[in-house]
């Protein structure tokens, strides 16, 4: 019973959560009320109350949640033992597949973190720096084997990749005319042809698809 009874309560809990960035994204942070948030996940105040404080509490779960899933992803993709253009274009997959299948949340991520507290904010920073360690990274592996240009400035280079991706969640809709993997096969495209050195390219060292 104490397990039907926990199970019972991550569900709830996660009902509100999923209302609060539904919400988040569709009004902002400060246009949302509490009370809100409890219409939309279906439990009464109480229960509203029990499982969160405030919605400031859950703005930074959502954050916090959010920045572990994505940071595991990059992990693994960073811990294979896959050329780093593979690797490369498997970070820009993750987080485009991130903006499908979570884009509540990852809008509120992008666009909300102001409204965090200090604490939290200072959290989700020193996530964010993991994660563009990770791009770094295999930026610098590339540079390092040879297959990628080695005028390549890593810095800006992730700031190009990243941006070109984080600013997805403004424009993507699950029923626009490509599908995430259509904009992710090409995003990836993109920053091959950005980053393979043109040696590498000739000798066929640069090619990151997958063949069949």
Same mark, same amino acid.
């Given at each position: 019973?104490?397990?039907?009874?926990? @199970?019972?309560?991550?569900?709830?809990? #996660?009902?509100?959560?999923?209302?609060?960035?539904?919400?988040?994204?569709?009004?902002?942070?400060?246009?949302?009320?509490?009370?809100?948030?409890?219409?939309?996940? !279906?439990?009464?105040?109480?229960?509203?109350?029990?499982?969160?404080?405030?919605?400031?509490?859950?703005?930074?779960?959502?954050?916090?949640?959010?920045?572990?899933?994505?940071?595991?992803?990059?992990?693994?993709?960073?811990?294979? #033992?896959?050329?780093? @253009?593979?690797?490369?274009? &498997?970070?820009?997959?993750?987080?485009?597949?991130?903006?499908?299948?979570?884009?509540?949340?990852?809008?509120?991520?992008?666009?909300?973190?102001?409204?965090?507290?200090?604490?939290?904010?200072?959290?989700?920073?020193?996530?964010?720096?993991?994660?563009?360690?990770?791009?770094?990274?295999?930026?610098?592996?590339?540079?390092?084997?040879?297959?990628?240009?080695?005028?390549?400035?890593?810095?800006?280079?992730?700031?190009?990749?990243?941006?070109?991706?984080?600013?997805?969640?403004?424009?993507?809709?699950?029923?626009?005319? #490509?599908?995430?993997?259509?904009?992710?096969?090409?995003?990836?495209?993109?920053?091959?042809?950005?980053?393979? &050195? !043109?040696?590498?390219?000739?000798?066929?060292?640069?090619? &990151?698809?997958?063949?069949?």
């Amino acid at each position: 019973m104490a397990r039907d009874q926990a @199970i019972d309560r991550n569900h709830v809990k #996660q009902r509100i959560l999923r209302a609060a960035a539904e919400l988040f994204m569709e009004r902002g942070f400060a246009g949302t009320t509490v009370r809100e948030i409890g219409d939309r996940a !279906e439990v009464g105040q109480s229960s509203l109350y029990h499982h969160a404080r405030s919605k400031g509490q859950l703005l930074a779960e959502m954050h916090a949640t959010h920045a572990r899933e994505v940071l595991a992803l990059l992990e693994e993709v960073v811990k294979s #033992q896959q050329a780093p @253009i593979v690797q490369l274009r &498997g970070v820009i997959a993750a987080l485009l597949a991130m903006v499908h299948t979570h884009r509540a949340v990852v809008t509120v991520y992008l666009r909300e973190s102001h409204a965090l507290s200090d604490e939290a904010r200072k959290e989700v920073k020193r996530e964010r720096i993991k994660v563009d360690s990770i791009v770094d990274l295999i930026l610098k592996r590339g540079l390092k084997s040879g297959e990628f240009r080695p005028d390549l400035d890593v810095h800006l280079t992730r700031l190009a990749i990243l941006g070109m991706i984080n600013w997805a969640y403004q424009w993507y809709r699950p029923n626009g005319p #490509q599908t995430i993997a259509e904009i992710s096969e090409y995003f990836a495209d993109l920053a091959e042809a950005a980053v393979v &050195g !043109e040696r590498s390219r000739k000798s066929g060292r640069g090619g &990151g698809r997958a063949r069949g």
